[in-house]
């Protein structure tokens, strides 16, 4: 599983999400008797979805994600992005994002990758692998590049969600996520607990909310899929950008902290 948020892997746990409130540690010893811990009816509902997405030659949709960070006060602060992604297979990627903070812009294209920042005007681009998988990876170990619904846009969708899953349960239906019927699926491994609503008759995600089970604070990460759209028409322009002509050039690494803070002298 890829599922990150921009940082770590992402996973899901048992029971329902409501119950996790134990420790890791306790959840892990808690699972029931004589219950698979991975249960097909699970399995079935991710497949159907990869094989959707899988088969679409192009798709786009708009990712809404809501993240939750420490305050000085104690309690969490939300922040939200709003991606419009479209992708072409097998190697087409464009991910618009605005923010509360500055606007980002990101295009692959089979050759290259480039990510923009139009209100600093500040360009960077790379050379990249020719298929999308690969391209993804490469971005978050050179930049950090990372986007919160990389496991739905990858060559399998249903392979990269349960690898190395270690739970997997349906928790039941919802008639409210994504204005129509969604299968509720937790499932997760040993970093992160998870739960994903897909849609009952399109089989496409519509929601997906985790909490990684090494942090303490429990902080919640959510992702809300909407605007699907299955084999749109496209174009090889979209996918490279046309206003960084007079944008600085950066390299295409990893953010740097500026003028970090002075070790204290008492």
């Keep these: 599983m890829h599922i990150q948020s921009f940082v770590p892997k992402l996973s899901f746990l048992v029971l329902t999400l409501l119950a996790w409130g134990t420790t890791a540690t306790e959840a892990q010893s808690q699972t029931p008797p004589n219950v698979n811990p991975i249960d097909p009816a699970a399995i079935k509902i991710l497949k159907a979805m990869g094989e959707q997405l899988q088969a679409a030659q192009t798709f786009s949709f708009t990712a809404t994600t809501a993240y939750e960070s420490p305050s000085r006060l104690g309690p969490p602060l939300v922040y939200f992005s709003s991606s419009q992604v479209l992708v072409q ?22 050759q290259t990758m480039v990510a923009f920042a139009p209100n600093e005007n500040l360009v960077a681009t790379a050379a990249a692998p ?48 994504g204005g129509t019927t969604t ?31 090494d942090d303490p604070s429990r902080l919640r990460h959510q992702v809300e899929f909407s605007n699907w759209l299955l084999n749109p028409p496209v174009t090889a322009t979209m996918f490279t950008p046309t206003n960084t002509a007079k944008a600085l050039k950066i390299p295409f690494a990893a953010p740097v902290i500026l003028n970090p803070p002075k070790p204290s002298s008492k």
């Design 183 to 213: 299968d509720i699926v937790a499932l997760g491994n040993d970093q992160i607990f998870a739960q994903v609503w897909i849609g009952a008759k399109d089989h496409l995600p519509r929601a997906l909310r985790a909490v990684y089970r």
């Design 89 to 110: 297979r097998p190697n087409n990627l464009r991910v618009i994002t605005t923010a509360d903070g500055p606007r980002s812009e990101f295009y692959y294209n089979g």
């Design 130 to 177: 020719n298929n999308l998988d690969d391209a993804l990876k490469e971005a978050y170990q050179k930049a950090s590049i990372y986007f919160p619904f990389t496991d739905f846009i990858v060559s399998n969708p249903h392979e990269d969600l349960i690898k190395e899953l270690k739970f997997a349960f349906v928790v039941g239906q919802s008639q409210v996520v």
